[in-house]
Structures are given as structure tokens and as C-alpha cells.
């Protein structure tokens, strides 16, 4: 949302919002000049012409109210980017896992191969900004492509495509990618042939290939034939396997990542962040890059350089000697990738130390449904800690129907060692019991479930080497020998 207002403030609108708490994020939109107010102040200005309401906001909403008794129109953020894309040439990132990397990965790789693009993304992403070290999550491009094989046509505008609610079905791109299609949202869709045929109607909305309409579809796990019948934009595949049309081959103890096209060796990457699922996500960004005209060459010198994005397997440093991360991952695939990649990069086992995770349910119907898929995918855990599942958007139903203990006890039933445990300042108090040099933490959740990373920090004193910052900028701790900040 914050990143829309922007983009509209750009294009000429007056911009105000309102907001449930005062954030960073709300300090920045004040700084420059999109007032902010906080829910008790939120009423809706007197002057509005359209209300842009994001996907957490009810219909009854006091804001929401007064606008449609006042005749004011009231749009969704997918209906109005959907409306930013008209006129624009739109690529959406679509796909259970990965968006906002893949996003952010793409965004980087234009920007250095010079076709500046505008970019849109659900995470702050410091390699998007002017000077590549302010962490932003939207950077505003040229209104023309400037340079390339589309040079003079409508500017470029990067965003991701979001399933929930079949939100994407909004938005007006010309290109687009479909990674991997799971089943997700399942309180929405009720199944998993109900979310293929979401993403088919998506693919279907794109322009015909005699119009530039191109669509990039994983070779394997995401239904392409299915998602792609009736498609007339170019459908292209890409994968690890030889027979995709764009081939990928990844070196995990190098992390290597190399792309051809139909048999065609395009370009070559290290891939900083670690996982076969980074490694994919380099390879869509680097195809798309690459057939918007980009230079492979600077495509893959970009991806190389790639630092990551805030919450996405993001290294916050080294507390009293555990390595800790902190990651958005809320899906069952999401967590099982992530906790491979980082035992695989990290190999606490060698020396000694256990994966420790701290994972928060996202949504009680997610929980529920896909119970026995969480229960599987931490097999790679040696300690996993749940806290209460963050309620969001759900019925006051499914606060009965599942609980976190629920996911402990499957957990227990193959063998991990798992516990529930509340509020955040207890499980904190847990880790400081619990780790001990040499264990690899990793703090997982699309909820406030970031709060326990920084609780830790704090607790333990501060960071002994504090990692690269990815996210919203230098964190608000100290190293252990300093002063807090």
C-alpha cells in the first residue's frame, strides 16, 4: 500500500492514509509528505475522490462506510495497480512461493542493465533504491522505456500477483510468471482445482503473442497444462529439466546458477541467497530480464550481487554465538525449503549446534487445513516452537476448530522435539534457556512472529557481528561490546 501511494503521489494525486499503528513505514510516508493517520484518527477526508482499500481492510470499516454513503468509489489495491498497469508495460510475478524475490531480483536486474524500471514489492528491498542502501519496497522508473529492443515503448512496471482472493485477476500486465502452484487460500478456494483454474483465468487475461503477451510458466509443480490451455500470449517454459525451453542448472556448494534457452547458454550467477527455491527464483528474474531486452551480462553481474530482501531468509548476524535468521515462509513448501537451504548452508551439525525454529501459523483455516503438510515439513528441525496462530481474516469459528497445540502434537507424534509456548516475551525467555553456541535460530511467520527475533537480540545484549542489513535499514541494536541504539 505504501509503495501505491507513492506511485499515485507520483502521477499527480493528492495522497493521504490511515494506518492501525504508527510504524517506520508511516514515518517515511509523512516525511514525504502522504500524511498518515493512526485508526482513531483515520476518518475519511471530506475531500476524497476514491478510497484504495488493501486486502486486510472489511467492508464495514468505518472508512469504508462513509465512502459509499457519500457515493465516493472504493477500489481494492489489486483493482488500482491493476489500473496503474493500464498504459504501462506490466509484468506480474505470480505463483504460490518466491514473488517478492523474484520481484525485487527482476527490479535489480533492470535497473542495472538501464531500463529503469517503476517496481513494486511486499518487502523493503535496499538494492531498489537511488542509492542502494535505503531500504524501500516500491522505486518509481521512467514513464518510456529508454533503451533496448523496447525503447520508446510505455515504462516498465514490476509487481507481484497475488492469488489471494483471485486479487490478480485485477491487474493488466503484459508479461507474466507462474512459479509453482500450490494449494494455498484454501478458506477462499476450497481446492486445489479451484486454484489452478484461478491461475488459468490470470494467464488468459494476458494480451496475444502478436501483441507482446508472453507468459513464463515453471516447467514442473505449476500445472502448466492445465493453466495454460487457452492461453494466446507466448507460453514458455522454465525448470531444471533439459526440455524446458529455458533450462537451469544450479551448483548448491558453489551456488552456482546458469540459464540457456532452448539450448542456448545465456548467462551464469552466484546466487548469495542460499536453496534450490533462491536459485529458481534468480532464473525467472534473469528470463525475464532477459527477454525484456536486458543484457545477460549485466543481468547476471546484478544477480550476483543480489543481497536479498528484508524477511527473506534474511541473516540478522550472530547472538552469543547462534546464527539467526529471520524468514516470511508460512506455507508448508515455504518451510521445508527454507529450513533444507539454510541446514545445507549453515550446517550447524558440524559443529556441533541444532536447528532451532520458531514458527508462528499464519491464518487458523491454513493451519487446519494443511495440518498434516506443516506437521511434515520440519523434518529438518531439531526444536521447533509455536506460538498461538496469528488470527487473521478468518470467521470467529476457526478459532475453535484448530489450535496451535494441534501442530505440536503432530509434530511430537514423528519425533521433534516441538512445544507451544506464549506470549513472544516467553518463548524469548525459552531461547535464551534453550540455545547455546553454535545452533542455527531461524524465527519464521507471515505474523508479528519478527518480534521474537528482535526480543532475542535485545535480551541477549545485542548482536555479536550483526549481519548485512537487507531490510528497513540499521537495526535498532547494538554489538555486544557497544551501547544500545
Request: glycine share 10%.
Amino acid at each position: 500500500m505504501s509503495g501505491l501511494a507513492r506511485m499515485l503521489r507520483a502521477r499527480g494525486a493528492r495522497v493521504t492514509g490511515s494506518d492501525q499503528t504508527a510504524s517506520v513505514v508511516t514515518a517515511a510516508l509523512d516525511h514525504e509528505g502522504i500524511p498518515v493517520a493512526i485508526e482513531a484518527a483515520g476518518a475519511l477526508p471530506q475531500d476524497a475522490e476514491l478510497l484504495v482499500v488493501s486486502a486486510a481492510v472489511r467492508p464495514d470499516h468505518p472508512q469504508w462506510v462513509a465512502a459509499e454513503s457519500r457515493g465516493v468509489p472504493v477500489l481494492t489495491y489489486a483493482q488500482c495497480l491493476g489500473r496503474c498497469m493500464s498504459g504501462r508495460t506490466g509484468v506480474a510475478i505470480a505463483g504460490t512461493h518466491g514473488k517478492s524475490t523474484t520481484a525485487a531480483m527482476l527490479g535489480h536486474a533492470l535497473m542495472a542493465a538501464g531500463l529503469d524500471p517503476t517496481v513494486i514489492v511486499g518487502a523493503s528491498c535496499a538494492q531498489l533504491s537511488e542509492d542502494g542502501a535505503t531500504p524501500v519496497g516500491f522505486r518509481l522508473g521512467a514513464e518510456i522505456v529508454p533503451v533496448g529492443p523496447l525503447g520508446g515503448r510505455p515504462g516498465l512496471l514490476v509487481a507481484e500477483a497475488c492469488e489471494f482472493n483471485r486479487s490478480f485477476h485485477h491487474l493488466l500486465p503484459t508479461a507474466a510468471s507462474i512459479s509453482a502452484v500450490e494449494a494455498d487460500h484454501l478458506d477462499i478456494y476450497g481446492s486445489l482445482d479451484a486454484v489452478v483454474e484461478a491461475f488459468n483465468v490470470f494467464a488468459r487475461g494476458l494480451p496475444p503473442a502478436a501483441q507482446g503477451g508472453r507468459l513464463l510458466i515453471g516447467h514442473d509443480g505449476a500445472h502448466r497444462r492445465e493453466i495454460a490451455a487457452g492461453v494466446e500470449a507466448e507460453v514458455e517454459t522454465l525448470g531444471f529439466s533439459p526440455s524446458a525451453d529455458w533450462s537451469v542448472r544450479y551448483d548448491a556448494g558453489a551456488r552456482r546458477v546458469s540459464l540457456a534457452r532452448r539450448g542456448e547458454r545465456l548467462a551464469e550467477w552466484t546466487c548469495r541467497l542460499p536453496g534450490e527455491h533462491n536459485a529458481m527464483n534468480s532464473a525467472f528474474a534473469a528470463a525475464h530480464a532477459i527477454a525484456l531486452g536486458a543484457e545477460p551480462g549485466a543481468v547476471a553481474e546484478a544477480l550476483s550481487g543480489f543481497r536479498g530482501l528484508e524477511r527473506r531468509l534474511e541473516n540478522l548476524g550472530m547472538v552469543n554465538g547462534v546464527r539467526l535468521y529471520d524468514d516470511y515462509g508460512h506455507h508448508p513448501t515455504e518451510i521445508d525449503a527454507t529450513l533444507r537451504a539454510l541446514r545445507e548452508a549453515e550446517r550447524p551439525q558440524d559443529r556441533g549446534g541444532r536447528l532451532v525454529c520458531v514458527f508462528q501459523p499464519h491464518q487458523h483455516s491454513r493451519t487446519r487445513f494443511l495440518l498434516e503438510e506443516f506437521a511434515q515439513s520440519f523434518t529438518q528441525a531439531d526444536i521447533v516452537i509455536v506460538p498461538h496462530i496469528y488470527f487473521v481474516r478468518d470467521s470467529e469459528i476457526e478459532l475453535t476448530r484448530v489450535a496451535a497445540g494441534d501442530l505440536v502434537d503432530r509434530l511430537r507424534d514423528r519425533g521433534v522435539r516441538a512445544m507451544h509456548l506464549y506470549p513472544f516475551e516467553a518463548i524469548v525467555e525459552q531461547l535464551q534457556i534453550v540455545c547455546r553456541p553454535g545452533d542455527l535460530l531461524v524465527v519464521m511467520g507471515a505474523g508479528p512472529v519478527w518480534k521474537v527475533a528482535r526480543g532475542y537480540i535485545d535480551a541477549m545484549g545485542g548482536l555479536d557481528a550483526p549481519a548485512p542489513a537487507v531490510g528497513r535499514g540499521p537495526r535498532a541494536v547494538a554489538r555486544r561490546s557497544g551501547s544500545r541504539a
